[in-house]
């Protein structure tokens, strides 16, 4: 700790990223990365990008990224705000609509960079349990007669757990709270859940953050966006132009607009996670793990017998890396990304030498 550090720094609790180690021959599945490389049409619009252009800014609105945004889901580019991965767009989220008087509402299992937000914009908030099964009671977010929301935020699916929560109940927790800000951030739910973002046409405190990094294999490329009501857009480009006008490079724009416009390739490499997630979640469940139900490109389980650390532990010996959360009511689970067919063949057999079958 320095003297010359600020308060607000002195204070910060920071997100830790998964690992990215550097070892040969490593079976990753701690990251949720996909494992399937980007659309070959993204990497063929990102090499053109790579020219004279590169000496001036990008577009600070990517326009071209917005309109093949809007057109994919649907909505008009004004409902549509792009940022640099959607931590980003979510960060702008939080200082943009949910720093509000009242504590805002997430769920006391869920993505860990938003207390993260919350320390560092000094925005109050409250956890919401959830169930024992791990899933969202909506009517738990409702608040007593006079107490202020300043806002509710939870992936959809739910991480780290992939559990999803119906659109009827997200409709109904819209309908329940319209004077306050709701943010759903739908990273994972190209792999098996429903969007919201037909409903930000009826709700106007609805937002909904999607990213590239997942179902578009674009992780490397850090591109994220928002769909919502035009004025929720607004408060986000205020803040993004009181921050980083240009927070996409011309590489990142045209290599985003290409994965966007490539369904055949999206198509494909979706439903190839899918197929490998169950197929694993059935493997794992021979072998004695708990496994909850998942929409996302992971599972998360546990086996009653065996401590979660030490398979962690384990596996790691053997060159195979899983993420594992030293957490209340979850230390006892691992949550494992969905790689390829073997990849996860690879986990299941050293799982057998760890556990037993």
Not at 98 to 113: N, R, V
Not at 213 to 241: M, P, Q, T, W, Y
Not at 273 to 302: C, H, Q, W
């Amino acid at each position: 700790m320095s003297r010359f550090w600020s308060d607000v720094v002195k204070g910060l609790t920071p997100y830790v990223p998964g690992e990215q180690p550097k070892l040969a021959n490593l079976v990753k599945l701690n990251t949720n990365e996909n494992p399937y490389g980007p659309s070959p049409r993204a990497l063929e619009a990102i090499s053109a990008a790579t020219g004279e252009s590169l000496k001036l800014y990008p577009d600070p609105n990517a326009e071209q990224l917005k309109l093949a945004i809007a057109r994919y889901h649907g909505v008009e580019a004004r409902n549509v705000f792009v940022g640099n991965g959607s931590d980003e767009v979510l960060a702008h989220a939080f200082l943009g609509l949910l720093k509000h008087p009242g504590p805002i509402l997430f769920p006391d299992i869920t993505y860990s960079f938003y207390p993260v937000y919350c320390g560092l914009y000094q925005i109050d908030y409250q956890t919401v349990p959830l169930r024992d099964d791990f899933s969202i009671r909506v009517a738990d977010f409702a608040r007593p007669k006079g107490e202020k929301c300043g806002g509710i935020i939870f992936p959809n699916p739910n991480a780290p757990t992939g559990r999803l929560l119906p659109l009827a109940d997200i409709e109904a927790l819209l309908q329940a709270n319209p004077d306050s800000p709701v943010v759903i951030d739908e990273a994972y739910v190209d792999f098996g859940g429903e969007s919201a973002v037909p409903l930000t046409a009826r709700y106007p405190n609805l937002l909904v953050v999607h990213t590239l990094s997942k179902s578009r294999s674009l992780a490397g490329l850090r591109v994220g966006f928002a769909i919502g009501h035009a004025d929720l857009i607004e408060a986000l480009e205020r803040i993004k132009n009181s921050f980083n006008s240009y927070p996409l490079d011309r590489l990142a724009i045209a290599g985003a607009v290409a994965a966007i416009e490539d369904h055949e390739h999206f198509e494909r490499t979706r439903k190839a996670v899918i197929a490998t997630r169950e197929k694993l979640v059935a493997d794992l469940e021979m072998l004695g793990y708990e496994v909850i139900p998942s929409a996302a490109n992971f599972v998360f389980a546990r086996h009653p017998q065996h401590d979660a650390s030490q398979t962690a532990l384990a596996l790691r010996q053997r060159s195979i890396i899983v993420r594992h959360f030293k957490l209340p009511r979850i230390d006892q689970h691992l949550r494992i990304t969905v790689g390829t067919d073997e990849q996860c063949a690879a986990l299941v057999s050293t799982l057998k030498d760890i556990v037993g079958s």
